[in-house]
């Protein structure tokens, strides 16, 4: 017979002090806060997929609240519904979230912040001007991973077409 298990609170969550070993205190539906020694509150989620036991984390506690964590039990049960796996979501959405950051103009500037102090400040200057003029609003905001060397050289021809050899090189860029 399965354990009848309580449905936590907010005072039991926020009264829950830290012991010698990690502890659990389970909400039901596999959800729990597991208690460190260091007073670290984490929610998990244990579940089991094709006959393995899994176990997702949903964050810490306060920043994600008894009622945010029911929540993303729900819907990972509801992903557990039809199949697919709640880890998996979880690692794809991050990946496409910094992949997304990883967007050519961060990368240029990180590099342009990195080296500009080697730089005499005028150059640096131009630098910076010739890549947010002739660089930028063509291939700016694509992610870094994605950009593939015709849409360089797509990019460095529109600059040699104006003439602007010099820009091509300053930028670091050209041959």
């Known amino acids: 017979m399965a354990k009848k298990i309580t449905p936590l609170s907010e005072i039991t969550i926020r009264t829950a002090k830290p012991k010698d070993r990690d502890y659990k205190l389970f909400d039901g539906g596999g959800l729990f806060l597991l208690v460190t020694p260091s007073g670290s509150k984490?929610?998990?989620?244990?579940?089991?997929?094709?006959?393995?036991?899994?176990?997702?984390?949903?964050?810490?506690?306060?920043?994600?609240?008894?009622?945010?964590?029911?929540?993303?039990?729900?819907?990972?049960?509801?992903?557990?519904?039809?199949?697919?796996?709640?880890i998996a979501v979880k690692k794809s959405q991050q990946q496409a979230e910094s992949s997304s950051a990883e967007?050519?103009?961060?990368?240029?500037?990180?590099?342009?912040?990195?080296?500009?102090?080697?730089l005499?400040?005028?150059?640096?200057?131009?630098?910076?001007?010739?890549?947010?003029r002739d660089v930028f609003p063509w291939i700016g905001t694509r992610p870094i991973k994605e950009l593939q060397a015709p849409e360089l050289l797509?990019?460095?021809?529109?600059i040699e077409g104006r003439g602007a050899i010099e820009t091509e090189h300053s930028t670091g860029f050209g041959a």
């Open 154 to 158: 797509t990019v460095l021809r529109r």
């Open 103 to 118: 967007t050519f103009e961060v990368i240029a500037r990180e590099w342009h912040t990195r080296f500009s102090p080697r």
């Open 120 to 132: 005499a400040a005028s150059h640096s200057a131009k630098i910076l001007s010739a890549l947010q």
């Open 42 to 86: 984490l929610w998990r989620l244990k579940y089991r997929l094709n006959g393995k036991e899994r176990l997702i984390s949903f964050g810490r506690y306060p920043e994600i609240s008894l009622a945010d964590a029911r929540g993303r039990r729900e819907d990972a049960r509801k992903l557990l519904a039809n199949g697919i796996d709640p």
